[in-house]
């Protein structure tokens, strides 16, 4: 079955300093893979998407994810944190055939000043 | 502006009580989507539809029914059978399968 795991449910980082936020999946076959972002009692927000044409992806805000098959991960990033960038972060892939996405429990980013 | 409108923003049940969540969206998509958020927990999909007038369960059905006569607009009713109502509601769409899905802003659901 497909899954997706995010390796830390929580992240503090200090603005200013890069960030990484990690995702392991499980399928069967090549997924499409997203990195959403929420802020406190909005919806979520895409940041990025891979869908196979190339293993870096630039995603908005500044944040990058990387798409490795051989890890299985897709792991997001940003070269210096913003105290705008606080919120969760949702690691989401979908399920065969399309239909459905598989979520994340979720990263909470917190940026210290 | 495009974009999906979730109404209310804050919901309260009674017990014993059906409430209907409100979901439209003018972005002309063929797909959408219902999940339910509880903290820690991610989300989980209770009901998705790819088309008007059809729709599938769900991992978390049980409870909740919905309703898909127009192509903008997927209302989601959280029945008395839903033991445990208090979440957070995101509803979502999507051009087709595969695609990136958009969400709304949400609705908060309490009970009295």
């Known amino acids: 079955a497909q899954s997706v795991t995010q390796l830390d449910s929580h992240v503090s980082v200090s603005e200013g300093t890069p960030v990484l936020l990690r995702c392991n999946y499980s399928?069967?076959?090549?997924?499409?893979l997203f990195w959403y972002v929420q802020h406190p009692n909005k919806g979520l927000q895409l940041l990025l998407k891979?869908?196979?044409?190339?293993?870096l992806v630039k995603g908005i805000n500044g944040f990058e994810a990387e798409f490795k098959k051989s890890e299985t991960s897709f792991h997001l990033t940003k070269p210096s944190a913003h105290m705008s960038d606080a919120a969760e972060y949702f690691c989401?892939?979908?399920?065969?055939?399309?239909?459905?996405?598989?979520f994340g429990a979720g990263t909470i980013l917190r940026v210290k000043s | 502006d495009g974009g999906i409108t979730q109404s209310p923003k804050y919901l309260f049940r009674k017990e014993g009580q059906n409430v209907t969540l409100s979901c439209e969206q003018n972005?002309?998509?063929?797909?959408m989507y219902w999940y339910r958020q509880d903290p820690g927990q991610g989300l989980r999909l209770i009901y998705y539809?790819?088309?008007?007038?059809?729709?599938q369960k769900g991992d978390i059905a049980e409870g909740y029914s919905v309703s898909r006569e127009k192509k903008e607009s997927f209302p989601l009713t959280v029945t008395s059978a839903q033991k445990n109502p208090t979440a957070f509601y995101l509803c979502?769409?999507?051009?087709?399968?595969?695609?990136?899905?958009?969400f709304g802003d949400g609705t908060r659901l309490s009970i009295l």
């Open positions: 979502a769409s999507s051009m087709t399968k595969n695609q990136p899905q958009h």
């Open positions: 399928s069967s076959y090549s997924p499409s």
């Open positions: 891979y869908t196979s044409a190339a293993t």
């Open positions: 989401v892939a979908t399920m065969e055939y399309g239909n459905k996405l598989v």
């Open positions: 972005l002309n998509h063929d797909a």
């Open positions: 539809s790819q088309i008007v007038n059809d729709f």
